[in-house]
């Protein structure tokens, strides 16, 4: 009987994902993402030291006279650009972590994955440029209105500080932005919650507990047992109940089948289940 594949919970975002076992296509993709990764956090480097200098060498003539004639504020662009390249480095170092954990520990990073792995930094950037949007907008109604328009060096290291910390926990804030739109816009819904325990339920209660959890049913398996009261029923089940992970993930459980050495089924119309010596006379009979 082959067993079912490992369920792991990402210790970052809850989600639960099936350790299946790496093939070349997984290894390369592994690797392609990981000097990715490397190559947009030196990328970024550059940028973030090159608007510190205020040299501009690596951005279009067209920006750089804007930026001389004060028609765009130099102190507003480049906290725009010490945020965005924050918030992509910050993805691309959660990349590198994820490469470590997946690939280089557990052996499962799937091939599926490098999407995830590519785009997490400019979308890193995105979301760290909308992040520090809101949280200074915030503070602008304490300041007056005052936010932003001069640029020191404190300024820019929060932003990047801020910027890079929104990219390196893009998951959170996601949940973060859904907390702020159901707040404002009265939506209510919820993106975890804890698995059930399911042992001892036949397979219709399990699929209906997982149900009732918003949960999905993974693999389900036959293991044998010689304890009448535990076949039909679920004997073992991954993740452990009163795990929090995030809804739509799928729960393993395996439901009990009679083994060869199992004890034949008790008839409850007779005394301890067991044949009288009456019934012994009548198979002698027969």
Not at 93 to 106: L, P, T
Request: aromatic share 10%; with cysteine; proline share 5%.
């Amino acid at each position: 009987m082959a067993k079912p594949n490992k369920i792991i919970v990402d210790e970052q975002t809850g989600q639960a994902f099936e350790a299946l076992p790496e093939h070349w296509f997984d290894v390369v993709s592994a690797w392609i993402s990981a000097a990715y990764s490397l190559v947009v956090l030196g990328f970024l480097g550059y940028v973030v030291l090159d608007t510190w200098s205020g040299q501009y060498e690596l951005w279009p003539d067209a920006l750089t006279k804007l930026l001389k004639d004060k028609t765009i504020p130099e102190s507003v662009f480049k906290l725009i650009v010490y945020t965005a390249a924050g918030g992509g480095m910050g993805a691309a170092v959660n990349n590198i972590r994820g490469f470590v954990s997946w690939h280089a520990e557990r052996r499962a990073f799937g091939w599926r994955f490098i999407w995830k792995y590519l785009s997490l930094p400019p979308l890193g950037a995105t979301l760290a440029v909308l992040v520090y949007g809101i949280l200074q907008g915030g503070m602008a109604v304490f300041n007056g209105g005052n936010v932003g328009e001069t640029s020191t060096a404190i300024t820019s290291l929060s932003a990047w500080a801020t910027g890079t910390l929104a990219g390196y926990g893009c998951h959170k804030v996601f949940i973060w932005l859904d907390d702020k739109v159901n707040t404002l816009f009265k939506v209510d819904g919820r993106t975890s919650t804890k698995v059930p325990d399911l042992v001892g339920k036949t397979s219709e209660e399990a699929e209906k507990a997982l149900e009732e959890a918003k949960l999905r049913v993974g693999h389900v398996t036959k293991e044998k047992t010689t304890d009448p009261a535990r076949i039909g029923k679920v004997m073992t089940q991954e993740p452990e109940d009163g795990v929090e992970i995030a809804c739509d993930s799928k729960v393993n459980f395996s439901i009990g089948e009679p083994s060869e050495q199992a004890a034949p089924p008790i008839d409850p119309t007779k005394p301890n289940g067991q044949e009288t010596p009456a019934d012994e006379e009548v198979k002698m009979e027969q």
